[in-house]
């Protein structure tokens, strides 16, 4: 088989395109291998009841872990039209009407696992990413971390949705990707960016089509306000100061 360099830049799995169709992923950590594994059980019953294409991953080897899929077309979404917007609304209400218990017997994280990692999440960013603030944006960055504390856990996300994972062939979408971070959580965090960081035209037909109410909009800007924390820490933890001043600037453009 012949393949090709690591293209997806990914922060959890390395991916390699094979033969022209397959994309192969290996765990870049230990405690990724799980993912991967809970992708080649849910996306299966997934795939069926979205509009959209999306990877159905297979086992290739258990050790060392190797998993492939079928490559989705399309490249990152780059034009935001109209009618792009409506078909990302129409895909995010069909996931959202997933069924939670069928979902959780497919592997998903359930909501009380969620509630309890987000907690984790809020701590680490209080001890970590607040003291990096300035004194004077403290206080809004911290009333970002306490609204998070009463977001609900009850419906099926994909997790980590912006214009990366979302593929398109010139003006129509063709599939979105990576479904490692899917789990039991709040329909608002896969609408932050559709709603918060597109143009006005395009977060329109999303709202237009899937019926977002003032509720989950005002939910979705907290979720689209707490991104680049998650790029401070991975800079942190990845002692990549660059990533983490960007990751900074970002927490501070989004207060």
């Not at 492939?68 to 209400?93: I, K, N, S």
Request: hydrophobic letters at 45%; glycine letters at 8%.
């Amino acid at each position: 088989m012949s393949g090709q360099p690591d293209f997806d830049g990914g922060w959890d799995s390395i991916a390699t395109l094979v033969d022209g169709r397959w994309v192969q992923r290996r765990p870049r950590r230990p405690e990724v291998a799980e993912q991967l594994l809970r992708e080649t059980r849910l996306l299966p019953w997934l795939a069926p009841r979205l509009p959209l294409a999306v990877p159905v991953p297979e086992l290739v080897t258990a050790d060392p872990l190797v998993v492939r899929h079928l490559l989705v077309p399309g490249g990152p979404l780059e034009r935001f039209t109209p009618e792009c917007g409506r078909a990302l609304g129409e895909f995010l209400r069909a996931l959202h009407d997933c069924p939670v218990d069928e979902a959780l017997r497919h592997g998903v994280p359930s909501a009380a696992a969620v509630t309890a990692e987000r907690a984790d999440m809020v701590e680490r960013f209080l001890t970590d990413v607040v003291p990096l603030l300035p004194p004077g944006r403290r206080r809004a960055a911290r009333a970002v971390l306490d609204a998070v504390a009463e977001l609900p856990a009850d419906t099926v996300v994909h997790g980590d949705l912006g214009p990366e994972h979302v593929l398109a062939v010139d003006d129509s979408l063709t599939g979105v990707i990576d479904f490692g971070d899917s789990h039991i959580g709040d329909a608002a965090i896969d609408l932050a960016w559709a709603l918060h960081g597109t143009p006005p035209t395009f977060a329109e037909a999303v709202a237009a089509t899937y019926e977002v109410t003032p509720a989950l909009w005002a939910r979705a800007l907290i979720w689209h306000q707490l991104g680049p924390w998650h790029e401070v820490t991975h800079g942190l933890d990845t002692e990549d100061p660059d990533t983490a001043r960007s990751g900074i600037a970002g927490v501070l453009r989004r207060l």
